[in-house]
């Protein structure tokens, strides 16, 4: 009996030392605090070194550009019939999501240039399918992109444009 209580001391007295040299350290870390970007709001006012020369943009798309036909949908029965507001990737609808046929993942993301206006990057997510949504014999891809009301979508009607498969 003896000897466990000598042992049981010694763990004791380990343990008190491990705990009070970890909390020692623990308070005498030094931080140091590193500036990495610096953000500096205001008016540049040294002329160009370019002078006017002809600066172009990147027009180069990124991405697989795809012929498609775009049409619109929303959560109305008479766009999406009992599916409603759910999408096939069980998400809910909403700004952004589109349908495409099946051969496009679900998950990826397209550039459709001519709807900046609607989403302002251009970028959506394709996590939708529909009975009407497929590949054309001619290659065009029809692709459906969900809108708030069932104005909105009969407003839009059917655009044909070059749409960009990013990944």
Not at 29 to 41: D, G, L, M, Q, R
Not at 82 to 89: P, S
Not at 116 to 143: C, H, L, P, Q, S
Request: charged content about 25%; proline content about 4%; some cysteine.
């Amino acid at each position: 009996m003896f000897k466990l209580k000598r042992h049981m001391i010694r763990v004791y007295i380990i343990l008190a030392i491990c705990v009070i040299g970890i909390g020692a350290n623990y308070l005498n870390i030094e931080s140091e605090n590193i500036t990495t970007n610096k953000f500096v709001v205001g008016k540049y006012e040294k002329k160009s070194v370019i002078g006017n020369a002809d600066i172009k943009e990147n027009q180069n798309p990124v991405g697989t550009p795809i012929k498609a036909e775009l049409t619109a949908y929303c959560n109305d029965p008479r766009c999406s019939g009992e599916w409603g507001a759910q999408t096939a990737m069980q998400t809910v609808t909403r700004l952004g999501v589109i349908a495409a046929p099946t051969d496009i993942s679900l998950g990826s993301k397209m550039y459709i240039p001519e709807l900046e206006n609607y989403k302002a990057d251009g970028i959506f997510d394709v996590e939708d399918r529909g009975g009407a949504i497929k590949v054309k014999k001619d290659g065009t891809y029809v692709i459906d992109v969900w809108v708030p009301t069932y104005e909105e979508a009969v407003e839009f009607g059917r655009k044909k444009t070059t749409i960009y498969l990013l990944e």
